[in-house]
């Protein structure tokens, strides 16, 4: 059982900054890719940006230059950087991690986190 606990969203003005959180809990043998999808209403759910284990990483085109995804392994928690936010910024984010559950599995399962709601508005 893998559970992702998200915080650091929340209001912000738009040109403004908010740093999102992630932290993967429970029982795995290893977090393996972490990524950052977000979704508004009515909308599909969009990949924001990912990181691998080894750190690297992929934005959408609409975030380049903006947002950051980082990540700490020692602490399986990844990170998104979000800066010059603007209104269309606005949706609910969400966390997602690639996991193998033992040393033995070849595995590998995804799990989400709750969402956490990101407003750009002045």
């Known amino acids: 059982q893998v559970q992702l606990v998200e915080s650091g969203g929340g209001l912000v003005q738009p040109g403004g900054s908010l740093r999102l959180s992630c932290t993967a809990s429970g029982s795995f043998f290893s977090v393996n890719a972490m990524a950052w999808y977000r979704q508004a209403p009515g909308k599909q759910r969009e990949l924001v940006a990912s990181?691998?284990?080894?750190?690297?990483?992929r934005y959408a085109d609409s975030v380049k230059g903006r947002f950051t995804i980082s990540r700490d392994n020692a602490r399986n928690t990844v990170y998104l950087q979000m800066n010059s936010l603007k209104p269309e910024d606005t949706h609910v984010y969400y966390c997602n991690a690639d996991v193998t559950p033992d040393y033995r599995s070849t595995r590998r399962y995804n799990y989400w986190g709750q969402g956490t709601q990101v407003t750009v508005s002045s």
């Open positions: 990181i691998t284990s080894g750190g690297s990483t």
